[in-house]
């Protein structure tokens, strides 16, 4: 019979008594076939204090020396070196690699030895192994350093958070000279105050490199070191349109469709801002005075004074015949405040300061602001110009409910009027109605008014015309459109048309080349998601590292 019939089962006594009985075991030849690439053979391996300890050698009997190439076989000495691996079944995996150093037969080499280096996962004056670097860059790539190291302390690899920025800014990420397509745009890097741009390949769509800022100097510097350049895709920006008129090169600028169209919408937006007092008026006519004496006032539930009930119980307590110093704790006041009650034979009024007589003039603020479409603070101003003495916070604080459209309005219109849409939704549902997509009842009524306006319709009209010039790519209808709003009597549309006369050629090249910055856009996103992981404060040459790794995606 079998000494240990059950040893098949591999429970945990048998497996305690086999690592017990020897914790350092030979022969571990199988192990080798995972170093094969790293021209290494395990020679034992040894679990002592929660690590895996392997020991190895660099196969071969010779040695190159990495200075003149010559090959060697004369051993001038031998030294031990510790590698980190990456972790084996969740345990710290650490290489003591056995290596030689060689005496240099060329005569007329600068060095007399040179230590052994072999295969492709173990490196000159490095602590870990290839791998390991690899996974030490992939987790401070995209996380900030701290965060990456507790992630591979985690993983059973032992390092620093300088250890990480140290190992990136090692990194160089390689330059392309001969690339012939670029997309750049520029991204903040503290919004509204310092912002920096972006490169991209539009050939390859790959990442080429971030600048400090966005001004003219900066690009021009990099146009000058990047001779192929033929075609640039770019924002409206003034500043990289100068850098590459500096150059004096034949570069075919091309403005982005995305951002012509996003133009328009921006002056489409804010001349509907700026008459939205006349859409009010057209929604909400001026009253009529049989339709204005219809303005009644609600009534208004009176308030109880919090003091009464504390006030009913002192009194009750009173006439019971309980002292004071008992009522003053059994009601949970003062002793003086039971004696004033006491005195007292009905609660007189609280004692407060001369308030603001609202009630005088509630009827002219509600029916200038619902009526006349003027806001608080240019009501405000008539009010003080008439004399009447009010503070700014309390009145806005008063009539905060006109604001925030509640129920709680003293006065209120009992006719029949059209809710008012906000200017931004206007924008939007003009937007939809441009592109000719589905309105519902609400939003097609809400175009029926603004049609009744001749300003509306003339920005509708040179809007509309101008999306189906940019989906047509109609150079001539563009030519067409600009001679005839060129002298436009809305101010944003004509301010609007003067920047694309300054960038013809741009815009034409815009519709001439299918070449769009939307990936660059998309990098932007990318650089913005990995600036918030190291919470803002990466500088432009880690962020510039951090967006190579993780935009090439190197490692995959």
Known sequence: MKKCPNECKGTTKIWNNQINASKK???????????????????????????????????????????????????HSRYYRTLHDVPILDTEVVLRIRARKFFCINKHCSHKTFAEQSGIEVFRYQRRTRRCEVKVLQIGGVNSSPIAQRILNAWQIPIS?????????????????????????????????????????????????????????????????????????????????????????????????????????????????????????????????????????????????????????????????????????????????????????????????????????????????????????QILTELQTDGVKISRTPFYEHYKYLRNNTVRQPIKIETEEEPLWPPNLISLVTEKAIRAMTLNEKEQKLMDYMHRMKWFRHVYQAAKLFYDIIRTADVKALDCWLDTYINSPLRHIKTFVGGLVRDIKAVKNALLFKISNGIVEGYVNKLKAIKRSMYGRAGVELLSVKMYLAANNIFN
């Open 25 to 75: 075991c030979k022969g571990h030849h199988f192990l080798s076939d995972f170093y094969k690439e790293s021209h290494l053979i395990v020679d034992s391996a040894e679990k002592l204090r929660g690590h895996l300890y392997v020991n190895c050698h660099f196969r071969g009997k010779t040695g190159i020396c990495p200075y003149c190439g010559f090959r060697s076989r004369h051993v």
């Open 161 to 377: 958070n300088w250890t990480i920025l140290r190992k990136l800014h090692q990194v160089k990420v390689p330059d392309v000279p001969d690339v012939k397509q670029i997309g750049i745009d520029d991204w903040a890097y503290r919004k509204g105050v310092s912002y920096g741009s972006v490169i991209v390949n539009l050939e390859t769509h790959s990442y080429l490199g971030l600048l400090g800022d966005r001004g003219c100097d900066s690009f021009y510097q990099w146009l000058q070191t990047h001779p192929n350049v033929s075609i640039v895709s770019r924002d409206r920006s003034t500043e990289y349109s100068a850098a590459i008129a500096s150059t004096n090169r034949n570069i075919i600028e091309v403005a982005d469709r995305f951002h012509l169209v996003k133009n328009m919408s921006e002056r489409l937006g804010k001349i509907i801002n700026e008459h939205y007092v006349e859409y009010k008026r057209l929604v909400r006519p001026v009253l009529t005075p049989s339709v204005k004496a219809k303005l009644t006032r609600l009534p208004v539930s009176g308030t109880i004074d919090s003091r009464q009930h504390t006030f009913d119980e002192v009194k009750r307590l009173q006439a019971a015949g309980i002292n004071g110093a008992e009522i003053s704790r059994r009601v949970g006041i003062s002793r003086m405040t039971v004696y004033k009650y006491e005195r007292w034979t009905k609660l007189p009024p609280r004692a407060h300061n001369a308030r603001a007589r609202y009630h005088e003039y509630d009827e002219r603020v509600i029916y200038a602001y619902q009526v006349e479409g003027k806001n608080l603070n």
